[in-house]
Every structure is written in structure tokens, then in C-alpha cells.
């Protein structure tokens, strides 16, 4: 089924300064967030030939040989989840996913303090040897920042807060995280599954039903591109429906961290993807800064007994982190 409970919003005037018509973007936004959680976003600004060139990079990394992919494996390579993640090797509802992908965030040397400390998901990004794939993800990721502050922009708006309130909660930068993923086709699927037999802990874990299990995303706001269709969104009512990809539209979500932050108004939705046919996603995840700490929003019809406590986000998205790849050694 196919629903229009999803808005399309025209975000034009947020992202160019046009001040009366953010005050509406911002109203747009704050109804889907709380009414059904998703909302997509046209007139955003990024240009075809940037993400074209990041579909384009993404294609060709996915069809190197497995043994070249594994080459930048998260599980062997990394210790802070920034890598390659085999097909059947990443979960959702507890069942693992039948897509492979890229992990990548904010890029630490390793000489960087905080790499030396041993903080928890600091680290450098790995990176295959392809031309101008490096360039290309970095530029989109730099043209998602800045798309990722404005609609946070809009959402403190909706809130009767100061429009910098979550740049300031953020300390100015975000500790996000991209993937590109890619959905084999069933074949595909199959081969690649055989080519690398899982062994440890996920072993033991069943394959899931979906091409990626029913979940909310952990984190404040996901920033969704794909090449074809599969996504289906849980309405209130436990009914879900086909939410298709639209022409140079993103579709965007929030997660746990921002129903947390605003102390429930505005609502999680579970997500998954189904699809029999090749499919690359680029899911960005905007998120806090990784020692921001999350101070519930007080609404003005809220007591102090029903407001949450203050939670710190790294050591939150680290827990998170674990359950998602748990064959991952870890910093």
C-alpha cells in the first residue's frame, strides 16, 4: 500500500533566507514529526552532479571482488565501526540485514588525542583505492552537514526554542555517520552470502524476513537518498505502507534521540525495507556532537514528574553501536 501520510515539503526558503517562509517550513515540519515522523524534503540545494557522483562511487566500490571489499573489513580493520560490513553481517530487530555497506564518520587521525585515549568510535575512516571516491563522499557528507543543521534549524522553530538551540546543544558540529548500502538482487544475495560464511557471535543469529528488519533509527535525524524503491513506514495505527522514492527529494526521519530530546512530542517511527531488486541507499545520520548532553525539552503542558532525565549521546550511541555489529572488535 501505498499512503500520502508522508508530506513533501518545499524547503526552499529555509535553506535561502527567506525568513517568513522559514516560520512555515518549520510549522510543515513540526506536524510530521509529530504525526507520523517522516517527511520529505524538495528544494534542498544539492546538486545532481554531487550525488550523482556519490551513487556513481558507491556502484563501484559494491562491484569489486568480495576479496578486495573485505580488504577494508570493519570487523578486522577498524575499531571504531567506519569500514566495509559484508551482506548478513549488520542487525535490525535482532535478525541480520541482507545488504552490505559502507560505515563512515567523523575522520580521526590516528595520532588525534582522542584516538590515543581510546574514546569510544574515534578513529579514521578506511578507504578503497578508486579515484575520486574519497571526494566524492567527502563533499556530499560536507553538502549533509549543512542540510543536517538547517532542518535542525526548522525543528527548533517548531519548538518555540531559538532556531541556534540545537546548533549550540551540538557544539557547533555534528558526530554523524553515512552509509552507503547496497541491496543485492537475490542472486546476488546468494552468492555473496556463500562467499563469506559469518562465524562468531552473529552466526548464532537468524537471517531476518525483511531486506532490512523493522527498527527506529537511534540517533536525532536521518537524511535518506536511494535508487529505487523498498522503504515502508509504520503508521500510528501499526499499518504499514510503501513510502516510494520521489525525484530529487530526500525522505527524512527522526529517531529515538529526538523523541528523547523532546520528551516524546515528537515520535520515532518504525521503518524497514523490502525489495527483490537492486537497490543503493545513502542513509545519513545527522546526530549530536558525541559529549553533547540531551536535555529533554520541557513543553509547556509538561510537569516536571513526566520529564526525562539528561543523557549523554556518545556513550548511547556506543551501546547502540554494539548491538548493531556484534562481531566488531572495539575500541
Not at 44 to 57: A, L, M, Q, Y
Not at 150 to 161: E, G, K, N, T
Not at 274 to 300: K, N, W
Request: include cysteine.
Amino acid at each position: 500500500m501505498i499512503s500520502d501520510a508522508i508530506p513533501i515539503i518545499d524547503i526552499t526558503a529555509l535553506r535561502f533566507g527567506d525568513a517568513v517562509g522559514t516560520k512555515r517550513v518549520a510549522r510543515e515540519i513540526g506536524e510530521a514529526c509529530r504525526d507520523i515522523g517522516f517527511f520529505y524534503v524538495r528544494g534542498h540545494g544539492i546538486s545532481k552532479e554531487r550525488i550523482d557522483n556519490v551513487f556513481k562511487n558507491s556502484a563501484q566500490f559494491f562491484a569489486l571482488p568480495l576479496e578486495d571489499k573485505m580488504k577494508l573489513s570493519m570487523e578486522r580493520r577498524s575499531r571504531c565501526f567506519r569500514g566495509y560490513a559484508p551482506v548478513l553481517s549488520e542487525l535490525a530487530d535482532g535478525k541480520r540485514n541482507s545488504y552490505e555497506l559502507m560505515e563512515f564518520s567523523v575522520d580521526f587521525d590516528e595520532s588525534h588525542p582522542d584516538v590515543l585515549a581510546g574514546k569510544p568510535m574515534h578513529g579514521p575512516n578506511l578507504w578503497p583505492d578508486i579515484p575520486g571516491y574519497r571526494a566524492a563522499i567527502s563533499n556530499y557528507v560536507a553538502d549533509m552537514i549543512e542540510l543536517g543543521f538547517d532542518l535542525m534549524r526548522a525543528i527548533a522553530i517548531s519548538l518555540s526554542l531559538e532556531d541556534d538551540y540545537f546548533y549550540r546543544a551540538f557544539h557547533g558540529r555534528s558526530f554523524w555517520q553515512f552509509r552507503t548500502t547496497n541491496y543485492p538482487e537475490p542472486e546476488e544475495l546468494r552468492r555473496l552470502a556463500e562467499q563469506n560464511p559469518q562465524t562468531g557471535p552473529i552466526a548464532e543469529i537468524e537471517r531476518g524476513d525483511y531486506s532490512c528488519g523493522a527498527h527506529t533509527d537511534y540517533g536525532c535525524l536521518t537524511i535518506l537518498l536511494a535508487n529505487s524503491p523498498g522503504l515502508q513506514v509504520c503508521d500510528r495505527q501499526g499499518n504499514w505502507f510503501d513510502a516510494p522514492t520521489i525525484p530529487n527529494a530526500y525522505i527524512c526521519n527522526i529517531g529515538d534521540m529526538l523523541q528523547y530530546w523532546t520528551n516524546n512530542l515528537y515520535v520515532a517511527t518504525r521503518h524497514r525495507v523490502l525489495t527483490d531488486r537492486a537497490r543503493i541507499s545513502l542513509p545519513f545520520f545527522f546526530q549530536p556532537d558525541f559529549d553533547t548532553i540531551i536535555v529533554p525539552v520541557r513543553g509547556e503542558h509538561d510537569s516536571q514528574d513526566r520529564r526525562q532525565e539528561p543523557l549523554k549521546y556518545g556513550p548511547y550511541a556506543f551501546d547502540k553501536y554494539k548491538g548493531i555489529y556484534p562481531n566488531c572488535q572495539l575500541r
